[in-house]
């Protein structure tokens, strides 16, 4: 087994973020599991190009190309059998911090690894995976998503956030990790259309487990109860999801006749999405499993609710 360093980006509207007077963390850098955030030695020059201004005491600043010109950036320490394990190892790690930020909070943000590995035996007998162009591109989308705080405040409770599900994402069964995974691939799409059918996926990966009978019914009555107690609430988001549903059914099947949801829906929707997920972690963490189809039943007929 081979030490390596891995470093990656972490993309967030910092300069709305700085426009608005709420500056990074102070307490960067901060661990994080096998991580280490922090903020970037080309930060300064960062925010310099963001906001075009000419500084004199940066003129003649250099990059630093050990590091991402960005507003901060994330290492973690690896060991793989050889290097060609390395990229797919990495990105495993990055996957599941990018996910965590997805789920902690609404906003757009994108954990990148850098491609071009550059000599062994750099510091502690690490290869430090940087330099070149990130392997995934900024996410560039049709319509406006809200920016990702990121202040110190935020930081505090994700601190606590990331070390309660850490540990969980590698003991969850197939179906929750295929809803996790669609859940972040959302954050990737460019349309409406495909942010929609990637958030009805992971639904159905939680909800339509065992049983027979209508799929939309399924997914709407179970979700609605999962989140709610019965009442208004429970009612709403029940015709609400059945609502999405069909829209992404007509989508999928080409009916382009039929309305399609708004931005707006679709925040609604990634909010369903990220509640339900938070709350099937918090069953894996109490139960060690995931709930059974009986159990999503049984919440209907009784009329209560995982919130209870």
């Not at 996410?139 to 998503?145: E, F, G, L, M």
């Not at 969850?172 to 954050?187: G, I, K």
């Amino acid at each position: 087994m081979t030490g390596f360093l891995a470093r990656a980006v972490v993309d967030f509207d910092a300069s709305r973020q700085w426009d608005d007077g709420d500056a990074l963390p102070s307490q960067l850098p901060a661990e994080l599991g096998p991580f280490r955030l922090d903020k970037s030695p080309n930060a300064d020059l960062y925010f310099r190009d963001v906001y075009c201004i000419d500084d004199d005491r940066l003129a003649h600043r250099e990059v630093d190309w050990d590091y991402p010109k960005s507003a901060v950036y994330l290492d973690t320490n690896m060991e793989v059998p050889n290097r060609r394990e390395l990229a797919d190892c990495a990105d495993r790690h990055f996957h599941g911090f990018e996910l965590l930020l997805r789920l902690f909070q609404s906003g757009a943000v994108t954990v990148r690894r850098f491609s071009f590995p550059i000599g062994e035996g750099r510091g502690d007998g690490f290869s430090l995976l940087v330099f070149g162009n990130p392997v995934k591109s900024k996410v560039a989308t049709s319509y406006k998503r809200s920016p990702y705080l990121f202040n110190e405040a935020t930081l505090t409770v994700f601190q606590e956030f990331f070390s309660l599900y850490w540990g969980t994402l590698d003991s969850l069964c197939p179906s929750v990790n295929r809803a996790l995974t669609r859940f972040s691939t959302s954050y990737e799409r460019r349309e409406l259309v495909d942010r929609l059918v990637d958030l009805v996926i992971a639904l159905e990966a939680l909800f339509n487990v065992g049983g027979a009978g209508s799929v939309t019914s399924k997914i709407s009555t179970r979700c609605a109860a999962w989140l709610y107690p019965p009442g208004d609430q429970r009612e709403s988001l029940t015709r609400f999801v059945k609502d999405v549903y069909e829209y992404r059914s007509a989508a999928v099947h080409g009916r382009g006749e039929r309305k399609m949801p708004t931005a707006d829906d679709l925040d609604r929707l990634e909010q369903v999405a990220r509640i339900s997920l938070l709350k099937f972690l918090d069953h894996q963490l109490i139960h060690g499993r995931r709930p059974s189809p009986e159990e999503l039943d049984e919440m209907k007929m009784q009329g209560s609710s995982c919130a209870n």
